[in-house]
C-alpha cells in the first residue's frame, strides 16, 4: 500500500527562542529505518510547548524548532527495520519520541528516564507540522475507532497525569487533590482519577475552571482566588478532615508546591508533575517526618503506560475538553495560554 507524499508541508517554526512562531513551508521529512512518517492530522497544545518557545527550562532546545508532542495522525511511511506498524495504521507522537532502548532505564521499562532520549517538539521536531517522524518502538498505537482529534490531548496530558495517579499510590475511595485541576492536564486528571475509582478534588481559580471541574466529576472545587483559606477547605473536603491521601501537582507557578504539604493526609503522597521555571519544593522536615509524608515527581508515561490510558479513553471513560483552531493560529493559542485564559485543551487541525 503506498501513499502520495508531498514534498514540501505546512509547519510552524521557531527561528529564534523567545520569539513568535512561523507558519511557513517546509521539506517533508524521510523516516531513518526503525522510524515511521505520521501524517499528523491533529496536534494537542502543551504548556511544554510554550516553555520550549521561551526557553526557560534548563534544557537546550534546537533551533529552528517545529513544537508540539501531541500528534495524531495516520502512518504514510516507515524505515526498511519497522514491521510491526502498517502503512494507514493510526499513530501518535508523544514528548518521548525514542530512546536507546540498550541502557538499564529502558531495559526495564522506564524508558523516559533514558540519559539520551529524543523529545518531540524539543530537541527533534515535533507535532506542529503536516508530516513527522518518530521511532516506531515509541509511537503510540491508536486503535481505528478512536477519533484521531479526540485522542491528540490524551498523548501527553492524559498520559502524564494517568501515570501521576499510578504513582501516588491512590486505592480507590481514596480521596486526591488536583491542583491546576481546570487546565489541560487537569480536566484529565480528574476523568482518569473517577476511572480509577478515586475522590477528585479540584483546586483552580475562577468560575469558568469550577463549572468545568465539576461537570468532569470533581467532588469538591476550590477556587484559590475567592477562599479565605485554601489549606482548610481541602482538608474540609474529606470525610474525616485529614485531608487528601495524594496531591497532584500540575500547576504552573511555584507557591502550590509550597502550600501542598499543608493539607496532604498524614502517610499521604505529594506526586509534582508540572514544571513551573526556576521554582523550588519547599516542606517542613518535621511534618514530613512525623506525619509520614511522601513527597515524588512523576514525568511521562512509558510504552505500557500509554497503552493503558488509550485504553480508558476508547472505553469511553475521558472525554478531553478541548477546542479546535486551525494550525495557524497556534500563536494565538499561545498568547492565550500565557495570560491564563485557557479552560481544558487547545487541539490544533493541520489543514488549515
Known sequence: MSVEIPSEQWAQVLEKTGSNVIYKKIPVPKPGPDEVLINIKYSGVCHTDLHAVKGDWPLDTKIPLVGGHEGAGVVVARGELVHDVQIGDYAGIKWLNGSCMSCSFCRTSNEPLCPTPELSGYTVDGSFQQYAVAKAAHVARIPKECSLESIAPILCAGLTVYKGLKESGARPGEFVAIVGAGGGLGSMAIQYARAMGLHPIAIDGGAEKGDMCKQLGATTYVDFTTTKNLVADVKAATPEGYGPHAVLLLAVSERPFQQASE????????????????????ASVFDTVTRMINIKGSYVGNRQDTAEAIEFFRRGLIKAPYKVVGLSKLQEVFDLMEEGKIAGRYVVDTSY
Do not use: D
Not at 265 to 278: D, E, K, M
Open 263 to 282: 493539607y496532604v493526609r498524614p502517610h499521604g503522597t505529594i506526586v509534582c508533575v508540572g514544571l513551573p521555571a526556576n521554582a523550588f519544593l519547599k
